[in-house]
T-cell receptor
Framework: DQQVKQNSPSLSVQEGRISILNCDYT??????FLWYKKYPAEGPTFLIS?????DKNEDGRFTVFLNKSAKHLSLHIVPSQPGDSAVYFC??????????FGKGNQVVVIP | NAGVMQNPRHLVRRRGQEARLRCSPM?????VYWYRQLPEEGLKFMVY????????ESGMPKERFSAEFPKEGPSILRIQQVVRGDSAAYFC?????????????FGSGTRLTVV
């Protein structure tokens, strides 16, 4: 069963505009959420995370929003840059050693 | 700091052969995790190990798969009698802490192809 869902598998955005990636989860035990970025032939790289006690976390151009009642989170990238072109994975943890990943969103930033 | 090192990067095995995937964690990291990514899927947790101990193997298939993290040397994920469905990218990650909250450091993966 897919506990972390990422719809809209691909997204194209103009350089300088905002990229918004969405993620839904089903397990109410998740209390920590992370976004990873992955380039082809490389491993995922940790990007940003948020605890369930917060509804927003910002780090430079990246902001993650959490709506716990809707079991929904999103990643905003602004402004988008060509180097942001990658696959983005949403992941969630119930506070132990395991992460549940979504299937990923391909982002293409057009110069 | 070389990061998490996985080898080989690519591995081709015939059906029925054994596959051995190696992972050296980041310096100072004693927690190792293995994940598998099937085509068009997200990463799926397989096993969590500390030195000489398997802590959580709830994601490991019950047969043919085993993992170890010896006192000396890299962690090994071993797949016996491989089948076509084992073709996937296998990622290893390591961390300082026991919680995933802080984000693991992943290696570049081993892409296993079973022919």
């Amino acid at each position: 069963d897919q506990q972390v869902k990422q719809n809209s598998p691909s997204l194209s955005v103009q350089e300088g505009r905002i990229s918004i990636l969405n993620c839904d989860y089903t397990n109410s035990m998740f209390d920590y959420f992370l976004w990873y970025k992955k380039y082809p032939a490389e491993g995922p790289t940790f990007l940003i995370s948020i605890s369930s006690i917060k509804d927003k976390n910002e780090d430079g151009r990246f902001t993650v929003f959490l709506n716990k009642s809707a079991k929904h989170l999103s990643l905003h990238i602004v402004p988008s840059q060509p180097g942001d072109s990658a696959v983005y994975f949403c992941a969630a943890s119930p506070g132990d050693n395991r992460l549940a990943f979504g299937k990923g969103n391909q982002v293409v930033v057009i110069p | 700091n070389a990061g998490v090192m996985q080898n080989p990067r690519h591995l081709v095995r015939r059906r029925g052969q054994e596959a051995r995937l190696r992972c050296s964690p980041m310096k100072g990291h004693s927690h190792v995790y293995w994940y598998r990514q099937l085509p068009e899927e997200g990463l799926k947790f397989m096993v969590y190990l500390q030195k000489e101990n398997i802590i959580d193997e709830s994601g490991m298939p019950k047969e043919r798969f085993s993992a170890e993290f010896p006192k000396e040397g890299p962690s090994i994920l071993r797949i016996q009698q491989v089948v076509r469905g084992d073709s996937a990218a296998y990622f290893c990650a390591s961390s300082l802490t026991t919680e995933a909250n802080y984000g693991y450091t992943f290696g570049s993966g081993t892409r296993l192809t079973v022919v």
